[in-house]
């Protein structure tokens, strides 16, 4: 049996503007749909115009931008998070006001963007993370992954999680930063296999 929190309150600590730095404010937190699910309303668009860039974020960051399309992200469909296309069809922003909880399961979130080069985790939270594998399976182009706002501390699988990712990338790079860990995985098979394979890049393991 799969539960899922969709929505609770945080007392969480946030510069947000209007705030004191260090004032206490609550924050909403809603949960992302499965990876699986996610990459199937990403792979609708990106069969006819190829999503380059994926944005999580703050919707006031994006109150002049165009979108061709709105969907809910969420998984009680309230539309706390929704996932909007840009006009063009080449970016993608997952948006809300309220903290993007990483759902239990991100299996494949991005499996198959063979056209991305780019993702920005401006409001994404993976501390309920269970399962990673394959999350960025064949993203070819993907040159730069900033992951420092990765907590990984309850991921249990990460097998293929890295997977031919960079594959085209010439000057590929991941910073994992210091909450990525890896105490809790179990499965780490194929984790970097075919990774960046045509770029010459340094692996830093050192908060694994």
């Known amino acids: 049996m799969r539960i899922y929190v969709a929505k609770m309150?945080?007392?969480?600590?946030?510069n947000i503007d209007g705030y004191k730095i260090g004032e206490r404010v609550t924050v909403d937190?809603?949960?992302?749909?499965t990876g699986s699910k996610v990459n199937?309303?990403?792979q609708e668009y990106n069969n006819t115009t190829k999503i380059d860039t994926i944005i999580f974020d703050y919707p006031y960051k994006y109150n002049d931008v165009e979108f061709s399309s709105t969907e809910n992200a969420d998984v009680d469909g309230t539309g706390n998070i929704t996932?909007?296309?840009?006009?063009?069809?080449?970016?993608?922003?997952?948006?809300s006001n309220d903290k993007i909880s990483c759902n239990q399961y991100c299996s494949k979130m991005f499996y198959g963007?063979?056209?991305?080069?780019?993702?920005?985790?401006?409001?994404f939270?993976?501390?309920?993370?269970?399962?990673?594998?394959?999350?960025?399976?064949?993203?070819f182009k993907l040159t730069e992954m900033d992951l420092r706002g990765f907590n990984t501390s309850n991921v249990t699988n990460m097998s293929g999680m890295f997977s031919s990712t960079g594959y085209n990338s010439v000057n590929f790079q991941i910073n994992f930063g210091s909450q990525f860990n890896t105490s809790t995985v179990s499965d780490m098979n194929s984790m970097f296999s075919w990774t960046a394979i045509n770029s010459s890049w340094t692996l830093n393991l050192k908060s694994f």
């Open 9 to 14: 309150k945080m007392d969480y600590p946030k």
């Open 29 to 33: 937190e809603s949960t992302l749909l």
């Open 40 to 42: 199937t309303l990403l």
């Open 83 to 95: 996932l909007n296309i840009s006009a063009d069809g080449k970016t993608a922003y997952i948006l």
């Open 113 to 123: 963007l063979k056209e991305l080069t780019a993702i920005e985790f401006n409001n």
């Open 125 to 139: 939270d993976t501390s309920n993370a269970v399962n990673m594998d394959e999350m960025f399976y064949y993203c």
